[in-house]
Structures are given as structure tokens and as C-alpha cells.
């Protein structure tokens, strides 16, 4: 690493949370909805807590179903979900005396586990939503409003060694302080006890986990949690303002980082093996730059996460890469296998007789100094989401240290939340995911019909899709739709003409950066063009192989070190969209076919090179894909009609459906379903092969 002589800038501050509430707006909601509303307010307000983050409660009357009788109901937000975008139906709902009397089932901490399978006993009016962990921390406490909440200030006073002082000096007593306890029945226990022997307290500090605070209305426990958040934040960044975070910068930001972290992705993903691809998320905000190239990085790392919310997100530890060294594959190779034996025997000294299987043993997180984070995982949500936290992390260590030292989870503990049987529980009882999760695709002409229909295609099976085409409105306006179809993580889309090589590799280069590599090209940007040999202009035969022939070169060669990366994990695919053209001859439009022919051969070509490499290579050959198609709306369709003699608006379509063998029209989603298959593990065992979705044509016969 090259060290320089440190530089100490202002320290990233702590965002200052203020009231959002409408009381206009709360006026008009019920109870529950005012629940709802305080939660959606805390949850969408990063400087309050990170998503999935924290959990809210209040106590209300209800009329029981069975009974008619009004009963006390605790609403608390259920397993799982995100105070920030839930709705009602995220809530909990269990009658509290029921709750209350649990406590005759405890005998102490070992029934921490047991005592959560009591919790769907106590569940009013059927709800089906499951008890969070954290339920006996709000029904144990007698307020009728509890908020919990764990963000960055808050956590920065909880994982430091000053933090109890900290406190103190902040609150006066009026904020308790509990040691680290793991969730369960008896933190909530404990807590209550503690509350009880401690009256006028107006909230606690959990050690490790966050705060948790109480008021007897909505308002006043919003406003209260957003006061405490806001109260911890100046007090750290007073003492921010006069010290050099981290013990000060040795490294500075990379001006190349982005071109760096393109580079270096793919590679780290390829090394990754194991039962799922991994989808990375790079991020160079300030804060990853401000620890990764400060003098106490490296020490700092080492101790891990504290918050359970952000251990369980990003591993016991980060993995941690020297810049100058980035280059050498060997390097890389024995940095990920020296964390997988290193994970390995956390697992094992820390296994109880009972614990999991030891899960995928590949770092999360990489940190690189001057370069950023990068974060890997089996889905882009969660890669980017390990991110955050780890960003979060970050900010904990900073405030941490101003005030103290840095205390990261004790490691047993943290292999006891990791490996919790119930958390084991909750990751059974999830889906198996879908066929491409985990699979990056990048799609030329992505806004065109064809393009759009074979990434819909690959999205709905939960693939990760770069759009590429040269119409930079149009593919944005295709991104747009299926980021609010499939979401936002899963597409990207990239302005990209196949024929200049500067923005083919730029267009690789940000599919690498945004997803972690690639495992499959559709290269299907076109043209079409018809005339006569004596009307063919050079220019008009050079555009048809500039993009048709050309341009499928480029694309699959910058394609290819992307695509080789990944042999280790089972191989990668490239599909071209050929044309019925490339194999049948077609009259007065000689330069279209013999550009399509080419594109079709070097497929061939492609298919042997890239099989030693696990690269598979095959090409679908549609026809007359009419409706949907931009090609057909230009004069393509005039000059065909003209060629055939019938009209281009009302005849065209109708000409080439009776000109098939099987009378069907051809759409832009048949010709993604043979993309899609020769893109998947389907045809794992298929190369070189052309399949004609042409709903017939003896003359496109292969054989």
C-alpha cells in the first residue's frame, strides 16, 4: 500500500433527523393507521434507522372477535418486514394479556428460543403476519407507544467503550443504559426490569443494538425517537469537527476507481465459487473512501460489525485488498481462498452441537483502499443492501471512535445470531429462487421489440439486465418500465451504438460495475435494409456490416473476458439474433442476408473458441417479426411490400403468416423464448446450433 503522510480533513458528519409529521394528515387516520404513519415516517428517513431496520408498537383497544369484549391488542411490526414501505398487514397483532402471561412458560435465558414459539398462541384475530424476536421488548414495556430504532448516531454510542459516558453526558439520566444482550425474552425482561427499578426514565440505550423510547401518544413517540436521534448526532459531530476521522487519510481516491472496480469485479466474481452465482454492488460514496484509505482501516475492519442488523448482512468480517496488487490474478485467488479458510475456522470454533451446516464461506464485502466497497451476494437487493450497512458500519466506527474506542460484536455472539436456529429457520422457509437469479445479461438493441421482449423474458425468471441501444430516450423510457415492473436493482440500461468500439466496451464496463460481471450477451441490435444489387450503394453495403457483422463482433469480443471469468461457475452464454435471411436467399436484399450470413458464421466460428472456456454460443434465426418491431416501422417494411408487390400497411402481415408452413404470426416474445432458453441451464449441453422461430420456412432448412 503507499502510504503518505496523513491528511485530516473535516470528518463526515452525522445527518441531523427533524420532524416530518402532518398533523393534518395524522387527523384524519385511525389508531392503527396512526401506527402505520409514525412507522412509514421513521423507516423512509435513513437518519433514523436502515431499511428492514428497527421495529415499532403501540397498544390498542380492540374488539375480540370471539367475545365482543374489548381487549388490549399489542400491534408491533412483524418478521421480516421494513417500517419504511410496510403496510398494514406488516403488523403483528397479539392480545396482550396473553403476552403478558407468558412469562409463566420462562424459566430463564436458556428459553429465550422456546419462548418465541409461544408467540403465534397469543396472535389476535387470525393475523397470519409472524411475531418479530423483538415483540417481548415493547409488550413487557407498560407504555402504549414504543419505538426501537438503531441508527448510525445512536449505534456509534452503543458499540463504543465512551458510550455509557456518552450517555450520561447527553441525557442526564434520563436515558438508561443495558450491557449487550442478545434479542430474545430476556433482553425484554431485563429491560423491563431495569425500566421498573429506574422511574421517569424516558428511553434506554440497548449496548449493541440501539435505543428504544416510549410515549403515550403517536406524535409524541415519533418526535421523541427523531429528538434522541438528533440530540446523539450533534453531540458526535462536535467532537468530529476537531479530529481526523480514522486517525486520517494515507490513501487518496483513485481517480480511475470506476475503470478499476470494472476491471476488478468480474474477477472477484469468478472466484466466488459455490451452490449460486454471486451479483456484486460497487459503491465509492464518501464514506467508503474517507475508512479505506485512512491510517486505522485495516485495524478497524478486523474488528467486524456490531449492530446484529448489520453482521447479519455482511459477514464476521470484510475482505480487505492491498491496491497495488489488484492486477494479479494469483493475488485475488489466494485472498478469497485465505477468507473461505478463515471463515471455515470461525465456523468451527465457534459451531454449537446443533448448529446449521456451515453456510457459503465467500466475503460479502471487499474493501480497497482508494477504490471504495464492493458487496456480493446472491441477488443485487441484497448486495446493494450489504452495502449500506456496511456504509452504516462506517459511520458507527467513526462516531464510535470519537468518543472512545471501536467495540465490534464478541465473536460467539456473533456466530450465535449468524447461526441462530431460528434465523436458520427463516431462511428454510423461503422460496427457491428462480432460474436466473444470480444471472447478469446484457441485451443490444434492448429498447427495440425483439431487445425488450428477451430481457422481459430473462427479467420475470429474476435475471439482472443491461439494456443497450443507441437510442438513449427510448431504452431509458424501456428501463423506466421494467425497473417499475421487476424493480429498480434488476436494470440498468446504457446508450450504446454496437458500431463504435469506445461505447461497446463502455457498455461492458458499466454491466460490470453495476452487476459484477456477465454470463450471458443477446446481441440483437439491427438494421434492415432492401434493394435491388444495382441499387446497393457501398455505403448502404457497408452500414448493413458495420452493424450486423461488425457490431456482433465487437460485442462479443468485449463480451468474452467477462464471460470467460465466470467458467469456473458452470459457464456462460452468448445468443445472436441471426435472421431466416443469414440461411435463405433473398431477393434485392443481398446486403442485409450476407451481413446476417456473416453474423451467423462467426457464431460458429465463436462457438468452437469459447467451448474450452465454457462459453456457449448459439444463434435464433426469427422471421418477419412484424408487430412490435421498430426495424418494420422504418422503410424495411415498405421496400419488402414493394419487393412482394402488395401493400405495406394491410398485406404485409397477412403475406408472410400464409407464407409460413404453420399460418402464425411471429412475435418479439417468441423469438425471446428461444433466447431465453438458449440462455439458460436448459440447454447447458447445446453450441453452435441455430434454431429458426420463423413458424415455418423449408428454404431456412439448416439440414
Given at each position: 500500500?503507499?502510504?503518505?503522510?496523513?491528511?485530516?480533513?473535516?470528518?463526515?458528519?452525522?445527518?441531523?433527523?427533524a420532524?416530518?409529521w402532518?398533523?393534518?394528515?395524522?387527523?384524519?387516520?385511525?389508531?392503527?393507521?396512526?401506527?402505520?404513519?409514525?412507522?412509514?415516517?421513521?423507516?423512509?428517513?435513513l437518519t433514523?434507522?436502515?431499511?428492514?431496520?428497527?421495529?415499532?408498537?403501540?397498544?390498542?383497544?380492540?374488539t375480540?372477535?370471539?367475545?365482543?369484549?374489548?381487549?388490549?391488542?399489542?400491534?408491533?411490526?412483524?418478521?421480516?418486514?421494513?417500517?419504511?414501505?410496510?403496510?398494514?398487514?406488516?403488523?403483528?397483532?397479539?392480545?396482550?394479556?396473553?403476552?403478558?402471561?407468558?412469562?409463566a412458560?420462562?424459566?430463564?435465558?436458556?428459553?429465550?428460543?422456546?419462548?418465541?414459539?409461544?408467540?403465534?398462541?397469543?396472535?389476535?384475530?387470525?393475523?397470519?403476519?409472524?411475531?418479530?424476536?423483538?415483540?417481548?421488548?415493547?409488550?413487557?414495556?407498560?407504555?402504549?407507544?414504543?419505538?426501537?430504532?438503531?441508527?448510525?448516531?445512536?449505534?456509534?454510542?452503543?458499540?463504543?467503550?465512551?458510550?455509557e459516558?456518552?450517555?450520561?453526558?447527553?441525557?442526564?439520566?434520563?436515558?438508561?443504559?443495558?450491557?449487550?444482550?442478545?434479542p430474545?425474552?430476556?433482553?425484554?425482561?431485563?429491560?423491563?426490569?431495569y425500566?421498573?427499578?429506574?422511574?421517569?426514565?424516558?428511553?434506554?440505550?440497548?449496548?449493541?443494538?440501539?435505543?428504544?423510547?416510549?410515549?403515550?401518544?403517536?406524535?409524541?413517540?415519533?418526535?421523541?425517537?427523531?429528538?434522541?436521534?438528533?440530540?446523539?448526532?450533534?453531540?458526535?459531530?462536535?467532537?468530529?469537527?476537531t479530529?481526523?476521522?480514522?486517525?486520517?487519510?494515507?490513501?487518496?481516491?483513485?481517480?480511475?476507481?470506476?475503470?478499476?472496480?470494472?476491471?476488478?469485479?468480474?474477477r472477484?466474481r469468478?472466484?466466488?465459487?459455490?451452490?449460486?452465482?454471486?451479483?456484486?454492488?460497487?459503491?465509492?460514496?464518501?464514506?467508503?473512501?474517507?475508512?479505506?484509505?485512512?491510517?486505522?482501516?485495516?485495524?478497524?475492519?478486523?474488528?467486524?460489525?456490531?449492530?446484529?442488523?448489520?453482521?447479519?448482512?455482511?459477514?464476521?468480517?470484510?475482505?480487505?485488498?492491498?491496491?497495488?496488487?489488484?492486477?494479479?490474478?494469483?493475488?485475488?485467488?489466494?485472498?478469497?481462498?485465505?477468507?473461505?479458510?478463515?471463515?471455515?475456522?470461525?465456523?468451527?470454533?465457534?459451531?454449537?452441537?446443533?448448529?446449521?451446516?456451515?453456510?457459503?464461506?465467500?466475503?460479502?464485502?471487499?474493501?480497497?483502499?482508494?477504490?471504495?466497497?464492493?458487496?456480493?451476494?446472491?441477488?443485487?437487493?441484497?448486495a446493494?443492501?450489504?452495502?449500506?450497512?456496511?456504509?452504516?458500519?462506517?459511520?458507527?466506527?467513526?462516531?464510535?471512535?470519537?468518543?472512545?474506542d471501536?467495540?465490534?460484536?464478541?465473536?460467539?455472539?456473533?456466530?450465535?445470531?449468524?447461526?441462530?436456529?431460528?434465523?436458520?429457520?427463516?431462511?428454510?422457509?423461503?422460496?427457491?429462487?428462480?432460474?436466473?437469479?444470480?444471472?447478469?445479461?446484457?441485451?443490444?438493441?434492448?429498447?427495440?421489440?425483439?431487445?425488450?421482449?428477451?430481457?422481459?423474458?430473462?427479467?420475470?425468471?429474476?435475471?439482472?439486465?443491461?439494456?443497450?441501444?443507441?437510442?438513449?430516450?427510448?431504452?431509458?423510457?424501456?428501463?423506466?418500465?421494467?425497473?417499475?415492473?421487476?424493480?429498480?436493482?434488476?436494470?440498468?440500461?446504457?446508450?450504446?451504438?454496437?458500431?463504435?468500439?469506445?461505447?461497446?466496451?463502455?457498455?461492458?464496463?458499466?454491466?460490470?460495475?453495476?452487476?459484477?460481471?456477465?454470463?450471458?450477451?443477446?446481441?440483437?441490435?439491427?438494421?434492415?435494409?432492401?434493394?435491388?444489387?444495382?441499387?446497393?450503394?457501398?455505403?448502404?453495403?457497408?452500414?448493413?456490416?458495420?452493424?450486423?457483422?461488425?457490431?456482433?463482433?465487437?460485442?462479443?469480443?468485449?463480451?468474452?473476458?467477462?464471460?470467460?471469468?465466470?467458467k469456473?461457475?458452470?459457464?456462460?452464454?452468448?445468443?445472436?439474433?441471426?435472421?431466416?435471411?443469414?440461411?435463405?436467399?433473398?431477393?434485392?436484399?443481398?446486403?442485409?442476408?450476407?451481413?446476417?450470413?456473416?453474423?451467423?458464421?462467426?457464431?460458429?466460428?465463436?462457438?468452437?473458441?469459447?467451448?474450452?472456456?465454457?462459453?456457449?454460443?448459439?444463434v435464433?434465426?426469427?422471421?418477419?417479426?412484424?408487430?412490435?418491431?421498430?426495424?418494420?416501422?422504418?422503410?424495411?417494411?415498405?421496400?419488402?411490400?414493394?419487393?412482394?408487390?402488395?401493400?405495406?400497411?394491410?398485406?404485409?402481415?397477412?403475406?408472410?403468416?400464409?407464407?409460413?408452413?404453420?399460418?402464425?404470426?411471429?412475435?418479439?416474445?417468441?423469438?425471446?423464448?428461444?433466447?431465453?432458453?438458449?440462455?439458460?441451464?436448459?440447454?447447458?449441453?447445446?453450441?453452435g446450433?441455430?434454431i429458426?422461430?420463423?413458424?415455418?420456412?423449408?428454404?431456412?432448412?439448416?439440414?
Amino acid at each position: 500500500m503507499n502510504m503518505q503522510s496523513p491528511i485530516s480533513p473535516a470528518a463526515i458528519p452525522f445527518a441531523i433527523p427533524a420532524s416530518r409529521w402532518d398533523e393534518s394528515h395524522a387527523a384524519t387516520l385511525s389508531p392503527a393507521e396512526l401506527l402505520l404513519y409514525r412507522s412509514n415516517l421513521l423507516g423512509s428517513d435513513l437518519t433514523v434507522t436502515n431499511f428492514g431496520g428497527g421495529n415499532t408498537s403501540a397498544k390498542l383497544s380492540e374488539t375480540d372477535p370471539l367475545t365482543g369484549e374489548t381487549v388490549q391488542v399489542l400491534w408491533v411490526k412483524g418478521s421480516g418486514g421494513d417500517i419504511g414501505s410496510m403496510k398494514l398487514d406488516g403488523f403483528a397483532t397479539l392480545y396482550q394479556d396473553k403476552l403478558l402471561g407468558l412469562e409463566a412458560h420462562y424459566a430463564g435465558p436458556d428459553d429465550d428460543d422456546k419462548m418465541v414459539g409461544y408467540l403465534p398462541h397469543c396472535t389476535f384475530n387470525l393475523n397470519g403476519r409472524a411475531a418479530s424476536i423483538d415483540t417481548p421488548l415493547h409488550s413487557l414495556l407498560p407504555f402504549a407507544h414504543v419505538d426501537h430504532v438503531h441508527p448510525d448516531a445512536i449505534i456509534a454510542l452503543a458499540a463504543s467503550s465512551g458510550g455509557e459516558a456518552a450517555t450520561r453526558e447527553i441525557w442526564g439520566g434520563r436515558i438508561g443504559w443495558l450491557p449487550w444482550k442478545r434479542p430474545g425474552y430476556t433482553l425484554g425482561v431485563q429491560l423491563r426490569d431495569y425500566v421498573a427499578a429506574h422511574p421517569g426514565l424516558e428511553g434506554v440505550m440497548l449496548a449493541g443494538h440501539g435505543i428504544i423510547c416510549w410515549a403515550d401518544s403517536a406524535r409524541a413517540c415519533y418526535e421523541h425517537t427523531v429528538t434522541l436521534i438528533a440530540q446523539a448526532a450533534d453531540y458526535l459531530n462536535a467532537r468530529l469537527a476537531t479530529a481526523a476521522a480514522f486517525g486520517g487519510q494515507v490513501v487518496a481516491p483513485n481517480p480511475d476507481r470506476a475503470a478499476i472496480a470494472a476491471d476488478l469485479m468480474p474477477r472477484l466474481r469468478g472466484l466466488m465459487t459455490g451452490a449460486r452465482r454471486k451479483l456484486g454492488h460497487f459503491s465509492d460514496d464518501a464514506e467508503a473512501l474517507e475508512f479505506t484509505g485512512s491510517a486505522r482501516f485495516e485495524a478497524l475492519a478486523a474488528i467486524g460489525t456490531s449492530c446484529p442488523d448489520h453482521f447479519l448482512r455482511t459477514k464476521i468480517a470484510p475482505l480487505t485488498l492491498d491496491p497495488a496488487r489488484l492486477d494479479d490474478q494469483a493475488y485475488l485467488a489466494e485472498k478469497i481462498e485465505a477468507y473461505r479458510a478463515m471463515y471455515a475456522a470461525y465456523y468451527t470454533r465457534c459451531k454449537r452441537t446443533n448448529s446449521p451446516a456451515m453456510r457459503d464461506a465467500n466475503p460479502v464485502v471487499v474493501l480497497v483502499p482508494g477504490l471504495g466497497r464492493i458487496t456480493f451476494a446472491t441477488d443485487k437487493t441484497t448486495a446493494r443492501l450489504a452495502g449500506e450497512f456496511y456504509g452504516n458500519a462506517i459511520n458507527v466506527m467513526r462516531g464510535a471512535e470519537a468518543i472512545g474506542d471501536y467495540i465490534g460484536l464478541d465473536e460467539q455472539e456473533a456466530f450465535d445470531i449468524e447461526y441462530w436456529l431460528l434465523e436458520e429457520a427463516k431462511l428454510q422457509r423461503m422460496p427457491a429462487p428462480k432460474p436466473m437469479v444470480g444471472r447478469i445479461a446484457l441485451v443490444t438493441g434492448g429498447a427495440g421489440g425483439i431487445g425488450a421482449a428477451t430481457a422481459a423474458r430473462l427479467l420475470r425468471d429474476g435475471g439482472c439486465v443491461m439494456l443497450a441501444d443507441r437510442d438513449g430516450a427510448v431504452v431509458e423510457e424501456v428501463r423506466a418500465g421494467f425497473a417499475a415492473q421487476f424493480g429498480k436493482d434488476v436494470v440498468r440500461a446504457v446508450t450504446c451504438d454496437v458500431t463504435d468500439e469506445a461505447q461497446v466496451k463502455a457498455a461492458f464496463d458499466a454491466c460490470a460495475r453495476e452487476f459484477g460481471g456477465l454470463d450471458v450477451l443477446v446481441a440483437n441490435a439491427g438494421i434492415a435494409s432492401s434493394a435491388p444489387i444495382e441499387q446497393t450503394t457501398v455505403e448502404l453495403w457497408d452500414r448493413n456490416f458495420d452493424v450486423l457483422a461488425q457490431g456482433y463482433f465487437l460485442t462479443a469480443k468485449h463480451a468474452w473476458p467477462l464471460l470467460k471469468a465466470m467458467k469456473a461457475q458452470g459457464g456462460t452464454a452468448v445468443v445472436f439474433i441471426g435472421s431466416k435471411n443469414a440461411v435463405a436467399a433473398a431477393a434485392g436484399a443481398s446486403a442485409y442476408a450476407s451481413a446476417k450470413a456473416a453474423a451467423n458464421h462467426l457464431a460458429r466460428c465463436l462457438a468452437l473458441e469459447g467451448a474450452p472456456e465454457g462459453i456457449r454460443v448459439n444463434v435464433v434465426n426469427p422471421d418477419a417479426v412484424i408487430r412490435g418491431s421498430r426495424i418494420w416501422d422504418g422503410d424495411w417494411r415498405k421496400e419488402r411490400a414493394g419487393t412482394h408487390g402488395i401493400d405495406p400497411g394491410t398485406e404485409l402481415e397477412e403475406h408472410y403468416r400464409k407464407r409460413s408452413m404453420l399460418g402464425r404470426d411471429v412475435l418479439p416474445e417468441d423469438i425471446a423464448e428461444a433466447a431465453y432458453w438458449l440462455a439458460s441451464d436448459m440447454s447447458a449441453k447445446s453450441t453452435g446450433n441455430m434454431i429458426n422461430v420463423d413458424a415455418g420456412n423449408a428454404q431456412a432448412f439448416t439440414r
